[in-house]
């Protein structure tokens, strides 16, 4: 395929210090990483903070690819291992005062009701509710989620980047949806039964 082929010199290139080969590894992947590590960990500065870090490690280890196919797969385990490890150190820091649906925050699921604003408004108020819900899953289904069904990859992907098999892939992300619909049900429920929730 002539993407492959693309993508292989311009690791080589990288590899060799070429400046721009390393600039085109930057911009092509930082977005989807910047968003992988939004949705991990919750708050835009670290997911900021982690990308740059991520991207250190990327440059500095970039001799050590052998296999340009699985470039993307390389980093996205790069930026995995620096979440946990973040995790580690901190003990799981979660900012309080971080409203994770605000309008800049960048979206689980397209929008596709621009016609209507006050559908529009509980498409905004549910995001909110699902990256909220997100974030107090455990690490291990929250990467399997946002990995196989936010990122749209493959379980055979999802399961190179994690290092777990894709039958546990699998079950880690049947077992996350489930959380999330739980949690979609009670927000949905009519508010004549239940109190505001929140």
């Known amino acids: 395929m002539d993407e492959d082929r693309t993508v292989g010199r311009l690791v080589r290139e990288a590899q060799g210090g ?17 968003n992988f590590l939004y949705r991990m960990l919750g708050s835009r500065e670290e997911a900021e903070d982690v990308t740059q870090q991520t991207f250190l490690i990327v440059i500095r280890r970039l001799g050590s690819l052998r296999d340009a196919g699985q470039l993307e797969s390389w980093i996205y385990r790069i930026a995995r291992n620096e979440v946990y490890q973040k995790f580690r150190r901190k003990k799981i820091v979660r900012e309080e005062s971080e409203h994770p649906g605000s309008a800049e925050s960048p979206a689980l699921t397209e929008e596709r009701l621009h016609a209507n604003p006050e559908r529009l408004l509980l498409t905004r108020e549910l ?28 379980y055979r992907d999802v399961s190179r980047i994690t290092g777990r098999s894709v039958l546990s892939v ?29």
């Open 18 to 34: 070429d400046r721009a080969a390393i600039q085109w590894i930057y911009e092509e992947f930082a977005p989807r990483i910047h």
């Open 127 to 154: 995001r909110e509710v699902l990256q909220t819900t997100l974030l107090g899953l455990p690490l291990k289904l929250r990467e399997a989620f946002v990995l196989g069904v936010v990122e749209e990859m493959g």
């Open 170 to 198: 699998k079950t880690d992300i049947y077992r996350a949806r489930m959380s999330l619909k739980k949690e979609l049900r009670k927000y949905l429920r009519p508010v004549g039964k239940a109190g505001t929730g929140q």
